[in-house]
């Protein structure tokens, strides 16, 4: 399993690799991350827990919290108010994670309830422990955001991307797109729903489907589409883990980190998948970072791919499916495939002349 520092940082001092592990008589996990709940569900059963609240029952009878600190702030105040106001007073709570993700700023954030003492410190990373003095006061509700954008009510929640407003590389991905779309869409990573919501004005006709392994962008995403009176269908998903049938379009800005650390896989899965979930003549379209090196792998999947806008940060690459054979025979240069027809044809011939001698 790949695992933050802070993770190794804690196998290290207690023995474990994650959560699920842990020599304890019984353990709990809870986590917004479906990809994550997909892995510990599989050694956890119910005891892994997957949701953007945490329920009363998803605690009953624990005694200890180990949270593990992630690098966005108001999502760890969203989700340890959550914890804390289900907890006994008196439970032990731990807390680790990496320097940079800001972990040292755990003391004072939970001072209120929990007097937190940093018991050691490796690998740039720190663990902390206190006991729970008192209960804080949770309301889901109250941790809510929205904001507008071209008549669009957008709603936002803690650790969703882009919380506080559309961000450049949406946006330029928005300008791309052209009245006549139809069609069944898919938003992969949708975020708090702000592309796919802002399709329906400029083409009535497309349907819609949004997916994201983050609790937090799921809830987001359905508020953003009620606010505005948009039918689509919201789900998680790891991927294509979850997703059935094709599309006509498959529209992304794919995240590239893994909380601190950096990784392209969830981007190259949605490369490798779209050919499979696409109909013939659809198209993903996806917003990337110039640096990023997507294009080798558009072309590996779909044989090419186009850039149709670009600034000094972001590029737009679209890539269709003109068919499965069609997309596959363009990897290829069409003088390669000649010769190669051509020594085929001329074996083919020697071969013959041989056998009937």
């Known amino acids: ?39 510990l569900s599989r050694r956890m059963g119910e005891q892994a827990r997957y949701g953007m ?38 439970c032990d709570v731990f807390v680790v994670g990496e320097n940079r993700s800001g972990v040292r700023s755990a003391e004072g954030m939970m001072e209120s309830w929990v007097k937190l003492e940093k018991i050691d410190s490796a690998r740039r990373c720190g663990l902390y422990h206190g006991r729970l003095d008192k209960q804080p006061e949770f309301d889901a509700s109250t941790f809510g955001h929205q904001y507008q954008l071209d008549g669009l009510t957008i709603h936002t929640l803690p650790g969703v991307f882009s919380r506080d407003g559309l961000d450049s590389g949406s946006a330029l991905l928005l300008s791309t797109f052209t009245p006549h779309t139809k069609g069944k869409v898919l938003d992969m990573g949708c975020g708090a729903g702000v592309i796919a919501a802002s399709l329906p004005a400029r083409s009535p006709k497309v349907r819609l489907w949004l997916c994201d392994v983050h609790a937090a962008a799921i809830e987001a995403s359905k508020a953003t589409l009620a606010a505005n009176g948009i039918e689509g269908e919201v789900f998680a ?18 995240p590239f980190h893994e909380g601190t650390q950096t990784s392209l896989d969830a981007a190259q899965a ?76 001329f074996t083919a011939i020697v071969s013959a002349r041989r056998n009937s001698c």
């Open 53 to 90: 609240v945490a329920q009363a029952e998803d605690v009953q009878g624990c005694d200890t919290l180990v949270y593990f600190w992630t690098k966005n702030k108001p999502e760890v105040q969203f989700q340890l108010q959550n914890l804390l106001s289900l907890l006994p007073v008196g």
């Open 270 to 345: 949605l490369i490798r998948g779209a050919v499979k979930h696409l109909n013939t003549g659809g198209e993903l379209r996806i917003v990337a970072n110039t640096f990023l090196p997507y294009p080798q792998a558009l072309d590996e999947a779909f044989g090419s791919h186009e850039v149709i806008a670009q600034t000094g940060r972001f590029k737009v690459l679209p890539c269709r499916l003109w068919s499965r054979c069609q997309n596959a025979l363009r990897v290829f240069p069409a003088v390669n495939c000649f010769a190669g027809l051509k020594t085929l044809l």
């Open 1 to 39: 399993m790949n695992l933050p520092p802070a993770m190794f940082y804690l196998l290290a001092i207690c023995r474990m690799t994650c959560p699920a592990q842990l020599e304890t008589a019984s353990s709990r996990v809870h986590t917004q991350q479906y990809h994550h709940w997909q892995n």
């Open 237 to 254: 998903s790891n991927v294509f883990s979850d997703v059935t049938g094709r599309f006509d379009m498959i529209i992304s800005n794919p």
